[in-house]
């Protein structure tokens, strides 16, 4: 009689079904069911699918090369586990799991449940990646927080607070919804980043489509109405590597362009040490920078929110950021214990 599988054994299994993407319903229904039965296992599951995608682009990196060395000792320990019988695995996929294994168990979970819901928080300069019931995958930028809850029906997402970017799992009959403010993101199969911003929401597409829906006086709305004063739908305007701007209140077109090339935030800065800025306005720029601020905070006065700024910074250095921005622009950078005023220089 074979024994049942640990869960270090349980996040290869998913990870390798999960990625070669031959998952049915049934092994989705068992998955629901094996994540459902420990907090911890999303995002053990979730770390795993991050190290496999990072095999490929980095394999020759030091750091992987280090840790392969670790990961084979592992791998010719488990060699007779069930996982490894089931089918012929290259040795460059057998190193690539065992790195999964020895990230996943490092990590912890902030999940917390409430009211049937599923709550996903991270702290300021923190990033997760969770993977979510459906086999999706969630990476949660730093301080931001989601919460997802599954129907039969529907799989619904809510975007509180920050970034977050998504790799849904194809399921036609099950449509895969994330609200921010009164904007409702709707995609089937694709990956994109949906960004709450103090002034708007912003939708990068990797890959896919998306519809992005509106609420209105009139009721919801997909359509847009461009600078150029056309109105188009979302779904048509949206192409992969471009990225829209929605407000969280108010009109469209109230903030400048409406769609455009993905900018710093939205997919060459996704998990990098370094964020960009291209002719981004100073409000917004401080906002990315203090998702990554750990002691103290950039704080913008309103009559400099709007100075468009360009720039490569370091992740949570807010005191460099501000002394670029005082040299660069009419603006005095205030240093306090716990925040950096900038205002216009009088």
């Known amino acids: 009689m074979t024994a049942p599988l640990s869960d270090e054994d349980m996040v290869v299994e998913w990870c390798l079904r999960l990625s070669d993407g031959t998952m049915s319903p049934q ?6 069911d094996w994540l459902a039965g420990d907090a911890t296992r999303g995002e053990r599951l979730g770390a795993a699918l991050a190290a496999w995608d990072a095999v490929e682009a980095d394999a020759d990196a030091p750091e992987m090369l280090a840790l392969r060395r670790e990961a084979l000792g592992a ?19 057998l190193w690539a799991i065992a790195a ?21 928080r991270t702290a300021i300069g923190e990033r997760r990646v969770i993977a979510l019931a459906d086999g999706s995958r969630l990476s949660l930028d730093a301080n931001s927080v989601v919460t997802v809850a599954f129907t039969a029906q529907r799989r619904n997402v809510v975007l509180e607070r920050g970034r977050a970017r998504f790799k849904v799992a194809k399921d036609p009959l099950r449509p895969f919804a994330v609200r921010s403010g009164r904007n409702m993101i709707v995609a089937t199969g694709t990956e994109f980043s949906v960004e709450r911003l103090s002034r708007e929401v912003r939708v990068a597409l990797f890959e896919g489509r998306v519809a992005v829906l509106r609420d209105t006086p009139q009721g919801q709305t997909s359509e847009i109405v461009r600078r150029d004063g056309r109105s188009v739908t979302a779904e048509r305007a949206l192409t992969p590597g471009y990225e829209i701007g929605l407000p969280v209140a108010g009109t469209i077109g109230s903030f400048g362009p409406v769609i455009g090339p993905m900018g710093g935030g939205g997919g060459e800065g996704w998990g990098a040490e370094q964020i960009s800025f291209t002719s981004e306005t100073l409000g917004t720029a401080a906002e990315r920078m203090n998702r990554y601020a750990e002691r103290r905070r950039v704080v913008v006065d309103p009559g400099v929110a709007d100075v468009r700024i360009s720039g490569v910074f370091n992740v949570g250095d807010v005191d460099a950021f501000a002394q670029a921005i005082a040299a660069t622009f009419p603006v005095d950078a205030t240093v306090a214990d716990t925040e950096i005023r900038l205002s216009r220089r009088r």
């Open 27 to 32: 092994d989705r229904e068992r998955l629901h």
């Open 75 to 93: 791998v010719h320990r488990a060699g007779q586990r069930r996982w490894l019988r089931t089918a012929f695995v290259s040795p460059s996929v």
């Open 100 to 120: 999964a294994l020895l990230l996943t168990l490092a990590l912890g979970s902030l999940l917390w449940r409430q009211d049937g819901r599923d709550e996903y």
